[in-house]
Nanobody, 122 residues
Framework: QVHVVESGGGLVQAGGSLRLSCAAS????????MGWFRQAPGKEREFVAA????????YYADSVKARFTISRDNAKNTVYLQMNSLKAEDTAVYYC???????????????WGQGTQVTVSS
């Protein structure tokens, strides 16, 4: 089992940057693919980015490609989401999730954090 905790959210102006972190428990962190998802009020949870356990496999949603970067440090049991050129439409609660296989589908992830709020003012 994996326990994940997100941090790094906040309020930022459009065009600004934030870096989210997701700290995970357990000795087998490198065996888990990690995903970032987000959910805006009144909308469904949507895929943002995912990274394989080794870090070699990376996927992004089209809406964030070239602006966001996902990375992981297996020695620190942490995955990051660097968000640049933020837009008002990036405003959402951002969730970190873990699973044994990389996927863009939230229903395939077994372990979820509580989320961190990102608000981008225009």
């Amino acid at each position: 089992q994996v326990h994940v905790v997100e941090s790094g959210g906040g309020l930022v102006q459009a065009g600004g940057s934030l870096r989210l972190s997701c700290a995970a428990s357990g000795r087998t962190f490198s065996r888990y693919a990690m995903g970032w998802f987000r959910q805006a009020p009144g909308k469904e949870r949507e895929f943002v980015a995912a990274i394989s356990g080794s870090g070699l496999g990376i996927y992004y949603a089209d809406s964030v490609k070239a602006r966001f970067t996902i990375s992981r440090d297996n020695a620190k049991n942490t995955v990051y989401l660097q968000m640049n050129s933020l837009k008002a439409e990036d405003t959402a609660v951002y969730y970190c999730a873990a699973d044994s296989r990389i996927s863009s589908r939230p229903e395939e992830y077994d372990y979820w954090g509580q989320g961190t709020q990102v608000t981008v003012s225009s």
